[in-house]
């Protein structure tokens, strides 16, 4: 008998994104009725360290573990498809996908497909640190042909303090502060941008952004649902 598809969701990493992301993928499923919806398992591990900061500071292995044992808990737990919301864990995807039997959604790799097939040749990251640093979207962009841009300093120290002075502290975020990211996006030369942090994903759910701008969270929520076998939502 065939296993029923069921979603594991390794979250945690910024409680509120994880919330954001299960309701886009309930927004973005076909369904009618409670019946239609896709099962899923969320663990949100709240106790996962900092990944921007175990990233930089070369001190990984114990985040590792972390993340290893929560994916290992949601295999057992029958899940038969994987989805990290957070974009700095992905450093560690790969090797998570080598130590267990259940497909992991690469939403870097994903979002990286997705602005290809639009005909995207030089996409803006807007992350933490610790991804751009680890060049996580720029290894994806190039292998699809396209030339990631990382933000100026200046423009980075913005990005930052929207995510960590307040996303997670709880507020909306600052919109003088994101016009500002913005103009240096587009005078970069850019032809779109990724929103690869999930307190970005946040910042979009209270701000309305136009498509320049793609949410690299949601591209992993139409993902699972397509994964799952389940109907995307067509409006």
């Given at each position: 008998?065939?296993?029923e598809?069921?979603l594991?969701?390794?979250?945690?990493m910024?409680?509120?994104?994880?919330?954001?992301f299960y309701?886009?993928?309930?927004?973005r499923?076909?369904?009618v009725?409670d019946?239609d919806?896709?099962?899923?398992v969320?663990l949100?591990?709240?106790?996962i360290?900092?990944?921007?900061?175990?990233?930089?500071?070369g001190?990984t292995?114990g985040?590792?573990?972390?993340l290893?044992?929560?994916?290992r808990t949601?295999?057992?737990?029958g899940?038969?498809v994987?989805?990290i919301?957070?974009n700095?864990s992905?450093y560690f995807a790969?090797?998570?996908?080598g130590?267990?039997?259940?497909?992991i959604i690469?939403m870097?790799r994903?979002?990286?497909a997705?602005?290809a097939a639009?005909?995207?040749?030089?996409p803006g990251?807007?992350?933490?640190?610790?991804?751009?640093r680890?060049g996580?979207y720029?290894?994806?962009?190039a292998?699809v042909?396209?030339e990631?841009?990382a933000?100026d300093p200046?423009?980075?120290?913005l990005?930052?303090s929207i995510?960590y002075?307040?996303?997670?502290?709880?507020e909306t975020?600052?919109r003088?502060?994101?016009?500002k990211?913005?103009?240096?996006?587009?005078q970069a030369?850019?032809?779109?941008?990724i929103?690869?942090?999930?307190?970005?994903?946040v910042f979009?759910?209270?701000h309305?952004?136009?498509?320049?701008?793609l949410d690299a969270?949601?591209v992993?929520?139409?993902r699972?649902?397509?994964r799952c076998?389940y109907?995307?939502?067509?409006?």
């Amino acid at each position: 008998m065939k296993q029923e598809a069921k979603l594991g969701v390794l979250g945690g990493m910024g409680p509120q994104a994880t919330q954001v992301f299960y309701q886009l993928v309930l927004d973005r499923t076909d369904a009618v009725r409670d019946q239609d919806h896709l099962p899923a398992v969320i663990l949100s591990d709240t106790g996962i360290p900092d990944r921007t900061a175990a990233i930089l500071s070369g001190e990984t292995e114990g985040l590792y573990q972390r993340l290893l044992e929560d994916a290992r808990t949601l295999e057992r737990c029958g899940c038969t498809v994987l989805a990290i919301p957070c974009n700095t864990s992905h450093y560690f995807a790969d090797r998570l996908q080598g130590e267990i039997g259940v497909p992991i959604i690469h939403m870097l790799r994903e979002t990286a497909a997705a602005l290809a097939a639009q005909g995207k040749k030089r996409p803006g990251i807007l992350g933490t640190d610790g991804t751009i640093r680890a060049g996580l979207y720029q290894k994806e962009c190039a292998a699809v042909g396209m030339e990631a841009v990382a933000p100026d300093p200046a423009t980075q120290k913005l990005v930052m303090s929207i995510i960590y002075d307040e996303i997670k502290q709880g507020e909306t975020g600052s919109r003088d502060k994101f016009a500002k990211i913005d103009r240096a996006v587009r005078q970069a030369g850019c032809d779109c941008a990724i929103l690869a942090c999930t307190e970005l994903s946040v910042f979009a759910a209270y701000h309305a952004l136009p498509p320049f701008y793609l949410d690299a969270m949601l591209v992993l929520a139409e993902r699972a649902v397509e994964r799952c076998g389940y109907p995307l939502r067509a409006i």
